[in-house]
């Protein structure tokens, strides 16, 4: 278990400069998308206001062009590109932390092979650091969306601003659905299958090295293959048994398929590494 701990810590530490680079960036970025998103607004407001010269030319403003909501600043390239490029860095690091051992200088795939632990070790501590990285940029995201909420507040003026809490803008917005699911189990199972694809991912490459040309056919074969098994229950009871299942019970279906398909992903990957793999 030691030995398997410091492998996840090394792999993490060889991402950490771009990682908390990444980190930086969207802290940076998404407010920065908070203070113009409420700059614009105000200075529209002020510049209509100023025109008018009327006491309730302000409350006017509201009503004819409605208020700003904290919500308002998702919708920016500021706040929600940070979180796509976080996302395109996680999907190049899948490939790059296992290529870049065999390609990389002085073939390091070499030095772990000869580590004194067992390789399924390897396996499991890449796809370790890779969830471990996934769950961090989301902490992240949740500690700063209250943060950016009381700088919104208190840049925002009380007459211009809906007040909405941070709970409520996330509902309200879809794409944090798919990045914050509001239920335990819809989060249990996007990011469950977010994991199970970093699996199927990091077998298909151990099939390309162990078996080079005819690998690359095997590993298209085996994730088109997981693809077919994770919709099968879909196609089953939606399409051609329509109404037979409740909504939840299809859900936990599904969650139990993606669940073999990471158990199988493990088992196929950790014999790969272990008795096929090569350098």
Same mark, same amino acid.
């Given at each position: 278990?030691?030995?398997?701990?410091?492998?996840?810590?090394?792999?993490?530490?060889?991402?950490?400069?771009?990682?908390?680079?990444?980190?930086?960036? /969207?802290?940076?970025?998404?407010? /920065?998308?908070?203070?113009? /998103?409420?700059?614009?607004?105000?200075?529209?407001?002020?510049?209509?206001?100023?025109?008018?010269?009327?006491?309730?030319?302000?409350?006017?403003?509201?009503?004819?062009?409605?208020?700003?909501?904290?919500?308002?600043?998702?919708?920016?390239?500021?706040?929600?590109? =940070?979180?796509?490029?976080?996302?395109?860095?996680?999907?190049?690091?899948?490939?790059?932390?296992?290529?870049?051992?065999?390609?990389?200088?002085?073939?390091?795939?070499?030095?772990?092979?000869?580590?004194?632990?067992?390789?399924?070790?390897?396996?499991?501590?890449?796809?370790?650091?890779?969830?471990?990285?996934?769950?961090?940029?989301?902490?992240?995201?949740?500690?700063?969306? =209250?943060?950016?909420?009381?700088?919104?507040?208190?840049?925002?003026?009380?007459?211009?601003?809906?007040?909405?809490?941070?709970?409520?803008?996330?509902?309200?917005?879809?794409?944090?659905?798919?990045?914050?699911?509001?239920?335990?189990?819809?989060?249990?199972?996007?990011?469950?299958?977010?994991?199970?694809?970093?699996?199927? @991912?990091?077998?298909?490459?151990?099939?390309?090295?162990?078996?080079?040309?005819?690998?690359?056919?095997?590993?298209?074969?085996?994730?088109?293959?997981?693809?077919?098994?994770?919709?099968?229950?879909?196609?089953?009871?939606?399409?051609?048994?329509?109404?037979?299942?409740?909504?939840?019970?299809?859900?936990? @279906?599904?969650?139990? /398929?993606?669940?073999?398909?990471?158990?199988?992903?493990?088992?196929?990957?950790?014999?790969?590494?272990?008795?096929?793999?090569?350098?």
């Amino acid at each position: 278990m030691k030995s398997f701990v410091k492998l996840v810590n090394f792999e993490i530490n060889r991402f950490a400069k771009i990682y908390w680079s990444l980190v930086a960036i /969207t802290i940076l970025s998404q407010f /920065t998308s908070v203070f113009l /998103t409420v700059h614009c607004y105000i200075s529209q407001a002020n510049g209509i206001v100023y025109h008018q010269s009327l006491p309730t030319a302000q409350l006017a403003y509201v009503k004819h062009y409605g208020s700003i909501s904290f919500i308002d600043c998702f919708g920016t390239v500021w706040f929600m590109g =940070p979180i796509a490029l976080c996302a395109a860095a996680m999907v190049f690091y899948i490939f790059l932390i296992w290529y870049r051992d065999w390609y990389g200088k002085h073939t390091f795939i070499y030095r772990l092979f000869m580590l004194p632990v067992e390789r399924w070790n390897l396996y499991l501590a890449k796809a370790a650091s890779i969830l471990l990285m996934v769950l961090g940029f989301i902490a992240v995201q949740i500690i700063l969306l =209250p943060v950016e909420h009381f700088f919104f507040n208190a840049i925002t003026p009380r007459i211009y601003r809906m007040d909405m809490t941070v709970a409520d803008a996330v509902l309200s917005f879809p794409y944090f659905n798919l990045l914050l699911p509001g239920a335990a189990i819809d989060f249990l199972f996007h990011y469950g299958l977010g994991f199970t694809v970093v699996l199927v @991912i990091f077998t298909a490459i151990l099939l390309e090295r162990s078996f080079r040309m005819k690998g690359i056919l095997l590993g298209l074969l085996y994730g088109f293959l997981s693809f077919v098994l994770f919709w099968t229950p879909d196609f089953l009871f939606e399409v051609l048994l329509p109404g037979v299942l409740h909504q939840q019970e299809l859900l936990w @279906i599904e969650v139990a /398929t993606t669940a073999i398909i990471a158990g199988y992903s493990i088992l196929l990957g950790g014999y790969l590494i272990k008795y096929k793999a090569t350098v």
